[in-house]
């Protein structure tokens, strides 16, 4: 083992054994390991796709019952590793996993008070499935596992985005209003185009991860990389893109952040700096950068962008109807109600938990989400910081976590918590429980 490899090999636990029985050893998977291999995917993979021929709109639509139904088998697979294996009832209540489940509690009190009971009733629940079925699979199936079946079913995502944008563009062409009537075309693929580039950005970092830990170039990860990219910049989703960029920063700041770069950096630095500062004797800088910085607008005008593309105004209507109901909030999945003339979501992970869960409820939120950021300065831990920072940047301008049926985003967030405590409460070789296997199901 080469001596670079021992800050990720070890986060990962021990290969899955190579099989030499061929379709024998598969066959003799525990029925309870597939289910959570496929609830894992499903959950992953279904449950942010929305393919409405009204692709303006994110919400339900006709594929809530399949959706619901990944949920459930999650929560079947997560509900009976609780039950059945102490590692995971340790993992599930120890710290910092512990803040989800406090936040849990505070969704299924504000459950209580609702506006839309049954609604915020299966939003709640489907943030209990996730978290059964993420913390469950983390114990039984592994690290490594549950990494690469996150990593397949982002992939297939960003594939299956890619046929929806280049062969049925009703579905896959997002065009999103800007000012004076014009429309800018985005990528959306599968989804509203937020929803593609937090996939794609996941696709990347993961690429990123898993190709430090083996060590070996892979052309297929090397070409789903390739596209994970193009699919992340055709969404045009800048916060996606900005926490893409970060989470990679953490993947490699163990290499970036080496003692022999420091001094460069402080030379390029100081050089940028005084550059900038002759140059602002000689012209116009400020109408200059005015203009570069519109670039990245959608509108091309730069003031889109110091109001955040109107989230500022959005985080304020939230702030005021949080003040009108600070105790318990008005449940899970009621800011399309509430905010209807706002883009009907808060555009904020804080925000978004707050509004729905109240005052205790948001401050909770915010103190997990503080408290993690600045364990990246204590603890370094490179698959979990990637994760945390790739979550709490998008988290800044989009709700997330805990959306209306909750996926991916909760999911890896679970991942991001649990990585570093993981190891106390489990053995390197993952348990398979007492449930039959194919093999005797066939024989019966």
Known sequence: ??????????????????????????????????????????????????????????????????KVMFLALGGLYGGIGVLTDPKVRRLLFSFPLI??????????????????????MASTISIACVLLMTTTALVQLGVRQVLYVVYYATAAYVFGSWLAYLFVPSIGVFL??????????????????????????????????????ERTFSWLRAFVFVAAVAALVGSLSRTSLLATICSVVMVYRGVLFQRRFAFPAMVFGFLGLAALMAASMFMDIESKLAAKVGLLSKSGDASELTSATGRTEIWGKTLELVWKRPALGYGAATSKLLLQEYSMHTHNLV??????????????????????????????????????????????????????????????????????????????????????????????
Request: with cysteine; glycine share 8%; net charge negative.
């Open 1 to 66: 083992m080469s001596s670079t490899t021992p800050a990720f090999r070890p986060e990962f636990g021990k290969k899955p054994i190579a099989s030499a029985d061929g379709v024998e050893h598969l066959l003799n998977i525990p029925v309870i390991t597939l289910i959570g291999y496929v609830a894992l995917f499903a959950v992953a993979f279904g449950n942010l796709v929305d393919v409405e021929a009204d692709n303006e709109a994110v919400g339900f639509g006709g594929q809530a019952l399949v």
């Open 99 to 120: 803040w989800m489940m406090g936040l849990l509690f505070f969704f299924f009190l504000a459950v209580t008070t609702s506006v839309t009971f049954f609604s915020s």
């Open 176 to 213: 999103e209003p800007i000012t004076d009537g014009e429309f800018v075309p985005r990528m959306g693929g599968l989804a509203h185009p937020n929803v593609l580039g937090q996939m794609s950005g996941v696709t990347v970092i993961l690429s990123l991860i898993l190709h430090r830990d």
């Open 351 to 444: 925000l978004n938990v707050a509004l729905s869960t109240g005052v205790f409820g948001g401050l909770m939120a915010l103190w997990m989400s503080l408290e993690r950021f600045f364990k990246l300065f204590v603890v370094r831990h490179p698959i979990a910081d990637a994760l945390v920072v790739f979550v709490l940047v998008n988290g800044l301008f989009e709700n997330v976590i805990f959306s209306i049926l909750c996926g991916l985003p909760t999911m890896i967030w679970i991942v991001a918590l649990a990585l570093p405590t993981i190891d106390q409460v489990k053995d390197q070789e993952p348990d398979s429980p007492p449930v039959g296997n194919i093999l005797r199901l066939a024989r019966r």
